[in-house]
């Protein structure tokens, strides 16, 4: 393919940009979330089952159909629907910890309200370092956050390709401990072993608007173990069975209503659609931003069939600006290009006790990451202007960076 293709101009001059009071590149916002609309006929079909039936929530026939099929979809035995992820991870850690321990092991690398779902399941993190390539926890980055406390080990699948799943696994098994997967982002993929959903003790996903499967809001997790799915299920709804026999402790309602299992429905029948549309996505980018110098696009690992939803970039030692700078300088154009998690979760102050941690890698590799837009709202165009945006701020980095008010984007 030709590598002089002429990419479009973004700005002409430094002070074109936003961020200095020229106009933005785009006129709505670009997100880096999903944002997915299905089939809105389809949406109603699954709408009328329950209005028909006057069943709108409990445990009804819609919920019932999404949890069979997300069974199916992942190759497990048992699925359990939430109204959100983090009560679907909240009651998984709860359920799954050894009792008479305190600790779970997570990265710090990871979905920023990760220590929230900890308290909630009255554990205490104790973050674990990742791997430099994988973004993720790995045996060897966890082992050695194994204490005589540990309830459990979270592992969380980065937001491009899988974590070693299979390491984590004999790791869990020889240390005799649980192991709970967060497989929010890899929803849609398979690990050399599998489908993702089949693996640890039990996994967890989340059906928000911005992920990959729109429920509106809503969670699920999936095991084959009978028995943690029964806890599982007593649990979302207040922990009692039959009149007022409580039994499981710390219930609650968390169930799904059947308005977000008919959409999550329309969407799950819409997947491979969906996919096939990032697989574009990601291509025009892979391309637009090969000839950008400092610039490198973490790529799809195709062995595991991945759903190309997140486009990750790495900032290189030659890039010019700072990475913060680089987001602030987006932003301002309309493109809301995010940090990647950052600032890790054991930089953050917070009100939940957390283990003592330093973890010089996530240090580094938290200030080198952005998220770039993806999903419906973004077209190839987009793509390739965002790219031409970021080839201006590659070629006039160090007029840029000299113009930046000190402390940018922050003062
Ligand atoms: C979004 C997200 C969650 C939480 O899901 P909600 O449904 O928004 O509560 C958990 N883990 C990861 C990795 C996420 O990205």
């Avoid at 048992?78 to 983090?86: A, I, L, R």
């Avoid at 050695?144 to 309830?151: G, L, M, R, S």
């Avoid at 039990?202 to 990959?212: I, P, Q, R």
């Avoid at 770039?372 to 945006?389: E, Q």
Wanted: aromatic fraction near 8%; proline fraction near 5%; hydrophobic fraction near 45%.
């Amino acid at each position: 393919m030709a590598t002089s293709e002429v990419l479009p101009v973004a700005k002409s001059t430094v002070g074109e940009l936003a961020a200095f009071g020229g106009s933005r590149l785009f006129a709505s916002p670009k997100s880096t979330s999903n944002l997915v609309r299905p089939d809105f006929a389809k949406f109603l079909d699954y709408s009328r089952v329950f209005f028909d039936a006057r069943h709108y929530t409990n445990n009804g026939p819609v919920v019932r159909l999404l949890e069979r099929r997300l069974a199916a979809f992942h190759g497990t035995r048992h699925c359990v629907t939430f109204c959100s992820g983090f009560w679907a991870l909240a009651v998984a850690l709860k359920l799954s910890a050894l009792e008479g321990r305190s600790e779970v092991v997570m990265p710090s690398l990871t979905y920023r309200r990760m220590a929230d779902v900890a308290a909630w399941a009255g554990l205490v993190p104790r973050f674990c370092e990742v791997d430099e390539r994988s973004l993720a926890q790995t045996a060897a980055t966890v082992e050695p956050a194994i204490t005589a406390d540990t309830a459990l080990i979270l592992a969380v699948h980065p937001i491009v390709n899988c974590c070693d799943v299979a390491g984590l696994e004999r790791l869990a098994r020889s240390r005799g401990l649980p192991l709970v997967f967060d497989s929010v982002e890899s929803v849609y993929e398979a690990a050399p072993e599998g489908k993702i959903g089949a693996f640890g003790d039990v996994e967890c996903f989340s059906m928000h608007a911005s992920k990959l499967l729109n429920g509106f809001e809503g969670g699920y997790i999936t095991t084959n173990d009978a028995s943690l799915a029964r806890k599982v299920a007593l649990a979302r709804g207040f922990g009692f069975e039959g009149e007022s026999n409580v039994v499981v402790p710390h219930g609650l309602n968390a169930k799904l209503n059947e308005i977000h299992a008919a959409m999550a429905l329309a969407s799950l029948d819409e997947i491979e659609d969906q996919v096939s549309r990032n697989r574009g996505r990601y291509r025009v980018y892979r391309h637009a931003l090969s000839g950008i110098r400092g610039l490198r696009l973490l790529g799809f690992d195709e062995s595991s069939r991945p759903s190309y939803k997140n486009i990750v970039v790495e900032l290189l030692e030659d890039w010019p600006l700072s990475r913060d700078a680089t987001v602030g300088l987006l932003n301002a154009e309309n493109v809301l290009a995010r940090s990647y998690y950052h600032p890790p979760l054991h930089r953050r102050r917070m009100a939940y006790r957390h283990a003592p941690a330093d973890l010089a890698l996530t240090d580094r590799l938290a200030a080198r990451f952005v998220v770039l837009p993806s999903g419906h709202f973004v077209t190839d165009d987009d793509i390739r202007k965002l790219a031409a945006l970021l080839g201006f701020l590659r070629a006039n980095g160090a007029a840029i960076a000299a113009r930046l008010a000190p402390g940018f984007p922050r003062a």
